[in-house]
């Protein structure tokens, strides 16, 4: 892993500026547009529920129905067990009609061109629903005894925790007190509900599933029908079995999961947790020794791979998880302290050498660990985070860490990522996430291409870069975490930029809207601004749209090789546009000499478009206009070859090479052939190369 490959991971030296005559550090963001370029996925911008308008206004791409109550979902029933959340209950939806609320989820988010997530209950037992459609529960007092706690509605409806000595939890309840046995055949039928009603993955239908929601929790979120902790064996026997159900109607459906909860359930399953929790984490846990003593995550994967080698049967395309950060972030409190570890904690999705303050403490970098994970025990599988949250929607510190978090999705080129929940419209984290997907209001985005770029020191701004495939702009986004203003530097290299660049905005001034600012001048290669204290700020840099090499200043390092091409130089004799074009000078016998330039800043995917003059009478039988690619590339060569009878003599010749899409950059050359059949003295032109 390159530890210098993004903004928030660098540590450099500040540059200085003066604010009355006193020296003060500016912060340099170095971005480099050809280094560590790769595809963001736009998934990552994902949310769970969005409101009626938000998918649309956030420019959503996907959206995510799930949750402790998703586990309990009777879609026969169209109603759920909330579990732990909310004293047992089964609750019923207030429409009856079978399957309604994920129908009703799918439709809204068709609406706004938003891809759904649906959780298939793989819990033993669901939601039923009592007689009028009526509440049930599993913790009757008038049955199980007195509990510390009741539903004021409905008094009768315990937490399942006894007043006895100790507040043990109440155990041996029966299931079908407010539960139905669930079974894979049961949830067959609500995929093929779906099918028909939608279509399959690849028309139109639900493309994701993700199987259940938690699993290491389902003895404390669902103890009224799973008080026992889930196991190794038990999971893996859930997924073969209900993720077979979903694989045997939709060959192409993307299957999403454990979708476990956090820290602790990526390493030990719920059986060894509960041991754990009476017996201590120091000695040897049943569960993990049974299965090898392999982590929990990395044992799933492991055997799930083993099924498909046997079967045939892909039961897992994307590894997922949630995250949640454990020192209070996710939470209301925008304290300076709890600010400061906001600001930091972010790194725990990344950072190799960031280790978690909380009672993690350990090295989490959490998205590499589930590459490697990927890459070890199951090659080819997506990753995701489905949950997470930091916290402090209405404020402009929980708007800083989500617009931190979304770009180092992007960077870190995690596949999928889904938070918990979309806040309330307008709220700053709410436009930390619009200013990804739709900063202008016409769903412009981020760039679709991370690129390289650096800062000092993440926890108090990070930035991050991309490229936008459709007009090539630049877009830089600077998040101030801190509570006073940066100076900030913007150096850009492997780009030619316009001159100015479009300024969008979140800060203490524009705190229910993103402003746009007016343009910031882009002076050569650098951008150099003042963010305001907890702000966003997103810079749209058009690429310029001069050309490459114009030889206005000179032959621009272009250079020559082989006979019988003496000498390149600028000249005023020909050109295309402007006053200069560079002069290609032969004398002597027959060959195919090349006019190049060594190491251009070319990005991969692009249309490279040369303008080259012939004289009449000349020798040349062709040109071959070209890039080559370095030894990282095969030292691949890409070229437009043109005979002689195709060009146009005493006039310019407009041709075009297309560098490969997976191109390794930068490029070795960009240059022209040429080929000569006799000894011959005179001069061709080229001028307005560009992409």
Sequence with gaps: MNVSSWCARSVGIPALFLIGGVASAQTVISVNAQSNRHAINPNVYGAAFPASGQGADLNL????????????????????????????????????????RGDNFISTNNASGTQSLITIPMLNYIANIGSGRSYLWSFSVAKYGPQTQTDVYHPDS????????????????????????????????????????????????????????????????????HPVG???TELYNDYVSYAGAVRSLDANAQIVGPEEWGWTGYFYSGYDAAYAAVHGWGGPLPDRTSHGNMDHIPWLLQNLKSYQTSSGKQLLNVLSVHYYPQQGEYSNDDTAP????????????????????????????????????????????????TEYNWGDESELNGATAQADIDGIFGQQALDMASRWTVPATGTPAYLAMKIYRNYDGNKSTFGDTSVSCTVPNPDTLSAFASQRTSDSALTVMVINKVTSSASIQVNLSGFTPGTSATVYQISSATQTSINHLSNATVSGTTLSATVPAQSITLYVIPQSTAPEYDFETGTQSWTSSGAPITSVSQSTTQHFSATHSLAV????????????????????????????????????????PYVQQGSGGGWTWTGTYVAIGS?????????????????????????????????????????????
């Design 338 to 385: 709890t600010q400061a570890i906001r600001n930091r904690s972010t790194r725990s999705l990344w950072d190799p050498n960031y280790t978690d303050t909380s009672w993690i403490d350990s090295i989490v970098e959490l998205i590499p660990r589930l590459k490697s994970w990927v890459s070890t025990y199951y090659p080819g599988l997506q990753t995701a985070i």
């Design 158 to 225: 315990g937490n399942g925790i006894s007043t006895a000595s100790g507040n043990p939890y109440i155990t041996g309840n029966n299931p079908l007190d407010a539960c139905i046995a669930n079974s894979s055949s049961t949830q067959q039928s609500w995929v093929q509900h779906l099918i028909s009603t939608w279509g399959n993955s690849g028309s139109g239908g639900v493309k994701y599933y993700l199987m259940d929601n938690e699993p290491a929790l389902w003895n404390s979120t669902h103890r009224d029908v």
């Design 647 to 691: 060009l146009a003599t005493n006039a310019w010749n407009t041709i075009t090479v297309a560098v490969p899409s997976n191109a390794v950059t930068p490029l070795y050359q960009l240059g022209v052939q040429f080929t000569t059949s006799a000894t011959w003295t005179g001069t061709c032109y080229i001028d307005a190369v560009s992409w």
């Design 61 to 100: 791409p996907i959206a995510r129905y799930g949750g402790d109550s998703a586990s309990t979902y009777n879609w026969n029933l169209n109603g759920d067990n909330r579990g732990s959340d909310w004293f047992f209950q089964s609750i019923p939806d207030s429409v009856a009609t079978a399957g309604y």
């Design 585 to 624: 000078n032969f004398n002597g016998a027959a060959g195919s000499p090349l006019a190049y330039v060594a190491s251009p800043s070319t990005p991969a995917g692009k249309t490279v478009t040369f303008h080259v003059w012939i004289p009449s009478g000349s020798k040349i039988t062709s040109i071959q």
């Design 230 to 232: 889930e196991t190794y």
